[in-house]
C-alpha cells in the first residue's frame, strides 16, 4: 500500500504554484505559435510500434514504453511527438498542396535508464510546417524558437545551428559501415575527438577523412565558421548545405535575431529522420537543450505523402527549471478572489461569488471553521496566491484583506 502513495520513478506531480506557473509559461508560448499562425493539433498518446520503428530513426526500442491491445498489436506510449503528427498530416492532409502549419502540446515518455536521473515523462510543445522546402522555413523556424525563448522572459540563450546534411557528407565520405557510423557520431556527440582519431586509424580511414571529422572540434561560432567548413567539404552536397545555411542567416539577419545564432557543424541530429538544418537552444540552468529540431523532409514518406517539412519541440519541464534557477518570474499565473464566510452568511457569499464570476473573476469560496484563526486564512491565501480577500463576518460586516502585507480593513458591500 506504502507504494501506492508514490509516484513511479522518473514521473512526478505537479501541483499548486508550479502547476499555475507552468499552465501560464505554456499559454505564453501558445500565443508565439499562434501568432506566427499555427494551428493546433492533437495526436493519441500512444501509437502503434511502426510509426516509431527503427527505420524512422526515433528512439531506441528498448527506451520505449511498450504494451498490447486485445489483437495482440504492439503499442507504445509517444517518445516523441513529430512522429505522430508525420502520420496525422500524411493522412488528414494527403491532399493538400499548400504548406500547413501544426502546433501541439502533450507529454512524451522515454524509459531513461535511471541513473541518468532524467524525468522519463516530459512535457513538450512543439510546432511543425509541413510542405515547405525553402530557406524562408527554416529562418521562421529558428525567428520563432527565439521569440519563445524572449516571451518565456529568457534573455540569455543561444541557438546551436547546425545541418545533417553536411555531417552526413563526412560519413559517406569515409565509406563508414552502420556500425562505424554510429560509433563516430556517439564520440563526436560526447566531443571525444581523440577518439574519434583513434577510431579512424583503427579502420585505416583515408587521412582527408580523419583530418575533416577532427576539424569539426573547431567548427563552432559565428558565421565565419561557415567559410572555415568549405575547407574541409569533402562534395558538392556539404557545400550546399553550407550556402544554405548563410542564406538562412541572412534571413534572420532581416528578422533581427542573429546575434542569437551560433553554428555546430558537428551536430548530426539526435533522430535519424533529420535531412538538412539541425538546432538546439541552450539557456542557463538546465542541464541539456531546452529546444531540439530540424529538418525532416524523408519522414511523411514514411506514412505515404511525399512532403518536406521543418518543426522542433520546446521540452517545458526543462524551460520550467532554467526559469527557477535564473530567477525568472512568470506573474501571469492564475491569482484567485478568496471569499472567507461566516456559516450565517452563506447565501450572501454565495450569490456575491457568482456575481463576480459573472464578471470573469476567479472566485473561490471558504466556509470559515470556527477553530481556525483568521491568521490560519491569510497564510492559506498567501501561499495560494490569492490576488485579494474578503471575509463577510457573522456581525454583517466585511473585512478586506491584502494578503501579501495582511492589511485589514472594513468595507461596505458597494465596494
Known amino acids: 500500500m506504502k507504494k501506492l502513495l508514490h509516484t513511479p ?88 498542396k499548400l504548406p500547413i502549419r501544426l502546433c501541439y502540446t502533450g507529454n512524451t515518455f522515454v524509459n531513461h535508464s535511471s541513473y541518468q ?88 580511414a583515408r587521412r582527408s577523412s580523419k583530418e575533416a571529422f577532427i576539424a569539426l572540434g573547431d567548427l563552432y561560432g559565428g558565421v565565419e565558421v561557415l567559410a572555415k567548413a568549405k575547407n574541409i567539404a569533402p562534395n558538392s552536397r556539404a557545400i550546399r548545405a553550407l550556402r544554405r545555411l548563410e542564406m538562412i542567416y541572412d534571413i534572420l539577419k532581416v528578422y533581427g535575431m542573429e546575434e542569437y545564432i551560433n553554428f555546430d557543424l558537428s551536430m548530426s541530429g539526435l533522430y535519424g529522420y533529420y535531412t538538412g538544418i539541425i538546432f538546439r537552444g541552450y539557456t542557463f540552468g538546465t542541464g541539456d537543450a531546452v529546444v531540439k529540431g530540424g529538418r525532416y523532409d524523408h519522414l511523411l514518406e514514411k506514412f505515404g505523402k511525399q512532403s518536406p517539412s521543418i518543426g522542433f519541440a520546446l521540452v517545458i519541464d526543462e524551460l520550467m527549471n532554467a526559469l527557477s534557477r535564473q530567477k525568472v518570474k512568470i506573474t501571469d ?30 472566485t473561490e469560496l471558504m466556509r470559515r471553521d470556527a477553530g481556525k484563526s483568521l491568521e490560519e486564512y491569510i497564510r492559506y491565501g498567501k501561499e495560494y496566491s490569492a490576488a485579494s480577500m474578503l471575509y463577510l463576518q457573522e456581525d454583517g460586516r466585511i473585512m478586506m484583506i491584502d494578503p501579501l502585507t495582511e492589511e485589514k480593513k472594513y468595507i461596505r458591500p458597494e465596494e
Do not use: W
Not at 527506451?63 to 508525420?86: H, M, Q, W
Not at 484567485?336 to 459573472?358: C, H, T, V
Open 9 to 96: 520513478e522518473g514521473v512526478r506531480d505537479i501541483y499548486n504554484m508550479e502547476c499555475s506557473k507552468k499552465l501560464a509559461l505554456e499559454h505564453r508560448l501558445h500565443k508565439v505559435l499562434s501568432l506566427y499562425g499555427y494551428h493546433d493539433i492533437q495526436t493519441p498518446t500512444f501509437e502503434f510500434f511502426d510509426v516509431f520503428r527503427k527505420e524512422i530513426g526515433t528512439t531506441p526500442s528498448r527506451e520505449l514504453y511498450k504494451f498490447f491491445d486485445k489483437e495482440g498489436n504492439t503499442l507504445v506510449l509517444r517518445p516523441d511527438i513529430t512522429p505522430s503528427v508525420a502520420r496525422a498530416a500524411a493522412t488528414l492532409f494527403a491532399d493538400e
Open 333 to 362: 499565473v492564475q491569482k484567485n478572489m478568496l471569499i472567507i464566510y461566516d456559516g450565517s452568511r452563506q447565501k450572501e457569499a454565495i450569490r456575491f461569488a457568482g456575481q463576480l464570476r459573472k464578471k470573469d473573476s476567479n
Open 117 to 204: 536521473g532524467r524525468l522519463k515523462e516530459n512535457t513538450q510543445m512543439g510546432a511543425e510546417l509541413i510542405g515547405e522546402d525553402s530557406v524562408e522555413a527554416d529562418a521562421e523556424m529558428l525567428a520563432m524558437v527565439t521569440d519563445c525563448f524572449t516571451a518565456a522572459g529568457i534573455r540569455d540563450f543561444q541557438l546551436n545551428v547546425g545541418n545533417a546534411d553536411f555531417f552526413q557528407s563526412l560519413i559517406e565520405d569515409a565509406s563508414l559501415d552502420e556500425d562505424g557510423e554510429e560509433r563516430v557520431r556517439e564520440l563526436i556527440n560526447n566531443r571525444n575527438y581523440f577518439g574519434v582519431e583513434e577510431f579512424l586509424d583503427g579502420i585505416h
